[in-house]
């Protein structure tokens, strides 16, 4: 059996009013929790019950630059990799939320709007002048890339340059939707997010941003499987 779980205090609370907002699940292409069907089927069912409209949104786009940084290919071959892993998640997704109309499937290029590429202007702008954020972005990359040390021998430095633009490109499209939306927009994820961590540690970045004010990220629901 699957339970949907949440883990923080007031979560409870904030999902029972949760009625009158988007509930907007981001999906990192790859990881190995969203490409579970029984887990995915649960997550679709707590989006449509607990909010107005459910939006997961498959994060294929930016996975280029890990996997430029990793596996050391152009950018085209990272990209055609990149949506084909997002293809596979769509068409998974779309078959567990045939019985569910409030939940829609999206995909990154669906947000690319202007206000994501000012977004991502000053963020790059922010991460060249400003030692502590791109401390904290490279801080982040780093240990996500720590696993992967052994294909990135020799060339570290390089690597982490591309793979930050990850966390940019993810940056500016998670907080730039939250406008795109006539509800307030619950951002949801399982874990902590690097988004909120970056906006309560750089809140002079956030006041440069198109983002608005409901567009936190404030529930973490988990999968917790009981045997």
Same mark, same amino acid.
């Given at each position: 059996? $699957? =339970?949907? +779980? =949440?883990?923080?205090?007031?979560d ?5 009013n &949760?009625?009158?907002c988007t509930?907007?699940m @981001?999906l990192s292409?790859g990881k190995?929790?969203?490409q579970?069907k $029984? *887990?995915? #089927? /649960?997550? *679709? ?8 409209? @459910? ?6 786009l ?6 430029? *940084? ?7 071959? %990272?990209?055609?990799r *990149?949506?084909l892993?997002? /293809?596979?998640q !769509?068409?998974?997704l779309?078959?567990l ?6 939940? =829609?499937v999206?995909?990154?290029s ?7 590429r000012?977004?991502?202007?000053? +963020?790059r702008a922010?991460? &060249?002048k !400003?030692v502590a954020f ?5 801080d982040? $990359? ?5 696993a ?6 020799? #060339?570290?430095?390089a690597?982490? %340059?591309? %793979?930050?633009e990850?966390?940019? /490109?993810?940056? &500016?499209?998670? =907080? ?8 307030p927009v619950?951002q949801?994820?399982?874990q902590?997010?690097? $988004?909120?961590?970056?906006?309560r /540690?750089?809140s002079?970045?956030?006041g ?6 409901? @567009?936190r990220?404030?529930v ?5 499987? %009981?045997?």
């Amino acid at each position: 059996m $699957v =339970t949907i +779980l =949440t883990r923080n205090e007031g979560d409870e609370a904030l999902i029972q009013n &949760a009625s009158h907002c988007t509930g907007l699940m @981001g999906l990192s292409v790859g990881k190995l929790l969203f490409q579970d069907k $029984v *887990a995915m #089927r /649960d997550y *679709a069912q707590f989006l449509g019950s607990s909010f107005a409209q @459910g939006i997961f949104l498959i994060a294929d786009l930016p996975k280029r630059y890990n996997i430029m *940084a990793i596996d050391e290919v152009s950018e085209e071959t %990272a990209q055609r990799r *990149a949506l084909l892993q997002g /293809d596979n998640q !769509q068409r998974m997704l779309q078959k567990l939320i045939q019985s569910i109309p409030n939940v =829609t499937v999206t995909r990154w290029s669906d947000f690319q709007t202007p206000s994501y590429r000012d977004n991502l202007s000053v +963020l790059r702008a922010e991460y &060249a002048k !400003q030692v502590a954020f791109r401390e904290s972005v490279d801080d982040y $990359v780093a240990s996500f890339m720590r696993a992967h040390e052994g294909k990135i021998a020799g #060339r570290r430095a390089a690597a982490l %340059a591309v %793979a930050k633009e990850y966390v940019l /490109d993810e940056l &500016a499209l998670l =907080t730039s939707l939250t406008t795109q939306f006539r509800l307030p927009v619950c951002q949801i994820y399982p874990q902590n997010s690097f $988004v909120e961590d970056v906006l309560r /540690d750089h809140s002079d970045i956030e006041g440069l941003l198109h983002i608005a004010p409901s @567009g936190r990220l404030v529930v973490r629901p988990t999968v917790q499987s %009981a045997l």
